[in-house]
């Protein structure tokens, strides 16, 4: 009888979606890429009882960037010119709210604003969008996710879940002041009372009175400007403050902390979750927007490099029926297709990524864009990077295709034996180069490439303010 009853109950209609980005989150941070101090035994749970890709990747250096992308399912350039300065969603852009709003789904975000507030564009078609707590942690989104999943979220439901816990400038609110690096005696602490201060970081030197200059948004925020970076670069030591390697691990240190912070969190609510019944029938995918240097390159922030230490993230799907570690390439315009093909929705034309539960075969390359124009060709063994020239230089194309391996203007790196990304290789692999360069190029000719740009404000005291700063 038990039998039959079963038989003869209703199959579970479409699942509960749960997208969860850890802003700035890089791989080898967590236990599952390598980390000895393992500071996440929540996402290596959903890992270990899910499915991993272990080599995934943000579209961008930059969270408003990669952002854009892993909620659209398509690249940068292709939903507004990708500046900076004037980047926002414009409203024709179909966002994974809207799309899964479409087939009943009730949707809901709690993000911690910063680049992911509405006045970007990602508030559409979420029915509850909470982008308070500017730059806040999953320590005050969790419980404002819990609570509406138990009381307002109709089934199925997809809900956003998003903090800045292990984001720079790293002092993030958590239970612990000092997870790791308890014994550290030195100057980091005090440094990292001002916020800005990783910003004045580089190649081992704290520049104190480095100036960093903002502008103003078109979303009408202020801004720090990243390319003050390349300025740094050329400032003289001795008008810095030396940090020793026990300084640099401590920031290391603090980035970590905020991570077990963000995991206990969402080690948290997935367990109020659960007893709830709240994850029946319900696909979790954990992934983040980008990572951080962490000095691998000589800064401590995101933004100025496009590598695997500021691009490579987790990605895991757990609550389906797929489980174990894929090894192919994997980015964050899968996310969307993903998602719709678990919703049994059809996904609209145009999409860039793939079902990454499907047989579709995974791409030998990915593309990214940074937000200093560069441009990056991604394999399993090898990246190019191009730089010198903004994204939106009209004849950027023309620069790529005839830029020569001595210009400086080309990288290639050769991840098999240099996992950290430190030399170029591209007067020993040419060849190698020339197919990467060859596919960025052709890459690029296809893109249906955005003119969309977001309005500057038209306040004339703020405009004052941009005209004599330069940036009117």
């Not at 999953?138 to 439901?157: N, S, T």
């Not at 081992?204 to 009408?220: I, N, T």
């Not at 098999?416 to 030399?423: C, H, I, L, M």
Request: overall charge negative; glycine content about 10%; aromatic content about 10%.
């Amino acid at each position: 009888m038990i039998a039959l009853l079963l038989a003869c109950a209703p199959a579970p209609g479409p699942p509960n979606l749960i997208l969860i980005s850890i802003d700035g989150l890089r791989a080898d941070r967590t236990g599952i890429g390598g980390n000895p101090r393992a500071p996440t035994p929540t996402l290596d749970r959903l890992a270990a009882e899910g499915l991993w890709f272990t080599h995934a990747f943000s579209q961008s250096n930059e969270s408003l960037f990669s952002h854009a992308a892993m909620f659209t399912g398509r690249h940068v350039s292709e939903l507004a010119a990708p500046d900076y300065r004037t980047f926002l969603l414009p409203e024709d852009a179909l966002l994974i709210a809207e799309l899964l709003g479409l087939y009943g789904y009730s949707t809901a975000a709690f993000v911690a604003g910063g680049h992911l507030r509405a006045g970007y564009g990602f508030d559409q078609g979420a029915s509850v969008f909470d982008d308070t707590h500017d730059f806040g942690t999953f320590f005050h989104k969790a419980p404002q996710a819990l609570e509406w999943v138990e009381q307002q979220a109709r089934e199925p439901f997809f809900l956003t879940l998003h903090g800045y816990d292990c984001h720079r400038p790293y002092p993030h609110a958590g239970p612990w002041h000092h997870a790791y690096g308890g014994d550290y005696t030195g100057s980091v602490d005090a440094l990292l009372s001002d916020r800005r201060a990783t910003e004045r970081v580089y190649d081992g030197v704290y520049y104190p009175d480095f100036p960093l200059e903002s502008f103003f948004h078109a979303a009408g925020d202020p801004i720090l400007d990243p390319a003050g970076y390349t300025r740094l670069t050329d400032w003289d030591s001795a008008d810095g403050v030396p940090l020793s390697a026990a300084d640099i691990a401590h920031l290391r240190d603090h980035y970590d902390g905020g991570l077990l912070a963000a995991d206990l969190q969402l080690g948290w609510f997935l367990s109020e979750l659960e007893a709830r019944g709240g994850l029946d029938n319900t696909v979790i995918i954990l992934t983040s927007d980008h990572g951080e240097d962490l000095h691998d390159h000589g800064f401590f922030n995101h933004r100025v490099t496009l590598r695997d230490s500021t691009t490579r993230v987790p990605l895991i799907i757990w609550g389906s029926a797929a489980t174990g570690r894929r090894e192919e390439l994997a980015e964050a315009i899968d996310v969307v297709p993903t998602l719709l093909a678990l919703a049994g929705a059809t996904p609209p034309a145009g999409l860039a990524g793939r079902d990454l539960l499907a047989t579709a075969p995974a791409p030998e390359v990915i593309f990214q864009e940074g937000v200093l124009g560069h441009l990056s060709a991604r394999t399993l063994t090898h990246r190019l990077v191009f730089s010198g020239f903004s994204l939106t230089f009209p004849y950027y194309d023309l620069v790529l295709e005839t830029a020569t391996v001595q210009s400086g203007h080309l990288a290639l790196y050769d991840l098999r034996s240099d996992p950290g990304e430190q030399d170029n290789v591209i007067a020993q692999q040419p060849e190698v180069a020339e197919a990467l360069r060859s596919a960025m190029l052709a890459w690029r000719q296809g893109l249906q490439q955005s003119d969309f740009r977001g309005q500057q404000p038209d306040d004339a005291a703020l405009k004052e303010i941009l005209r004599s700063r330069g940036y009117w």
